[in-house]
């Protein structure tokens, strides 16, 4: 059982104009399902083939970089496109608001937090937010690293992921990182962060 591309969840241009058409066509298309294909290689013959993916995150050796790489580069796309949607922004409500407002002291302490985890990864990577024991954290990753991986110093099961990647951004954005962080906060889809919480 290969991993497959999950389609995405709706349009290619449903996020406009906060995340353009062709960003989101190369993204899903290109990047995505290269990672899939590169991870399918890389376990092909392997005692990780026909485990989920979230046992061969959490059970990595972290000096398989094929896995390493791809394997976290497909899980967090897949993340990535659920949690994002055409009718997304505003704030969350019920337990996970609660939770936010515990954490960051309110929704605007919890933007400001993951801005600032997301501007200030230096390259390429991601930023997150996780939740561990019923309580959130925010943190960022390089590369394809994300918080399942062992050791990676940033716990929990991510709830919420940022790509600030350049080729998440840069045809749209070019070098305006912030600006692009701005407008995800028009995209995310609070229901499915929730019920990731929740579960
Ligand atoms: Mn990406």
Redesign the pocket.
């Known amino acids: 059982m290969a991993f497959e591309l999950p389609a995405l969840p709706y349009a290619h241009d449903a996020l406009e104009p906060h995340i353009d058409t062709q960003t989101m066509q190369i ?1 899903h298309g290109k ?1 995505h399902a290269g990672y899939t294909t590169n991870l399918n290689n890389a376990i092909a013959g392997t005692d990780l083939e026909g485990k989920s993916i979230e046992d061969i995150l959490g059970g990595l050796n972290m000096n398989n970089m094929a896995v390493r790489n791809n394997g976290g580069g497909y899980y967090n ?1 897949c993340l990535f496109w659920e949690v994002m949607g055409p009718n997304g922004g505003g704030a969350p409500t019920g337990a996970l608001a609660d939770a936010i407002n515990a954490a960051f002291g309110s929704f605007e302490g919890f933007k400001d937090q993951f801005s600032k985890a997301a501007a200030t990864r230096f390259g390429s990577g991601w930023a997150w937010l996780c939740v561990k024991d019923g309580k959130l954290d925010i943190c960022s990753t390089p590369n394809q690293d994300n918080p399942l991986m062992p050791g990676i110093g940033c716990g929990g099961t991510p709830i919420l992921g940022l ?1 600030v ?1 350049e ?2 951004y840069y045809l749209h954005y070019q070098n305006r990182r912030p600006e692009y962080i701005e407008h995800f906060f028009n995209v995310i889809n609070w229901d499915e962060v929730a019920r990731r919480f929740n579960s």
Do not use: G, L, R, V
């Open positions: 993204h990047h796309h790509d990647w080729h998440a």
